[in-house]
């Protein structure tokens, strides 16, 4: 069964992390890492999913050994960026990630915000050229979507496509 780590890093976006890690097929092992706000939707909401506190450095999927097949982390702060481009490991969701970076595994970033800074985009540069994936939630305007969930589908699809999981979650080009 392959295993994917699905993170929120930021309160802005985070119904992204939480509809990605719910579109996930059935047999994916899912993980999932979040604030305390997001944590509280996911009790409401989410079944079949194994949560992990941030701050909790030693859980499963912080090792290598654990064999996670990829990471998302939607949405990626800048300040998670620059640490996970830095190589800081100070949280589980930079350390999954420098795990990911070491493993030579797929990890794809979806930052949040716009315009992007000098800083963020030297960040996203030096981790593109690692093999991570830099990600953001861009629309694209061939599928024709007509509402906010139709948008959200084309992204996660879009992600989903980028790690090799198969989906019909939006319109392809003909």
């Avoid at 493993?103 to 930052?111: D, G, I, R, S, Y």
Wanted: hydrophobic residues 45%; aromatic residues 6%; glycine residues 6%.
């Amino acid at each position: 069964m392959r295993k994917i780590v699905v993170a929120s890093s930021g309160a802005s976006g985070v119904n992204l992390g939480l509809k990605t890690l719910k579109l996930l097929p059935q047999d994916i092992e899912k993980h999932y890492v979040m604030s305390q706000n997001a944590q509280t939707v996911l009790d409401k909401e989410m079944h079949n999913v194994t949560t992990h506190e941030n701050d909790n450095i030693a859980a499963s999927i912080s090792s290598g050994s654990f064999g996670v097949d990829g990471m998302i982390i939607a949405p990626c702060s800048m300040n998670t960026l620059a640490k996970i481009a830095c190589g800081i490991s100070d949280n589980l969701v930079t350390r999954c990630a420098a795990v990911m970076i070491k493993e030579q595994k797929k990890l794809l970033l979806a930052p949040r915000e716009m315009p992007f800074s000098a800083i963020a985009l030297e960040n996203m540069q030096k981790l593109a050229t690692l093999g991570v994936i830099i990600a953001p939630p861009v629309m694209a305007y061939y599928s024709e979507q007509q509402t906010l969930d139709e948008m959200e589908n084309f992204v996660i699809g879009k992600w989903f496509d980028l790690l090799g999981i198969e989906n019909n979650l939006y319109k392809r080009w003909e």
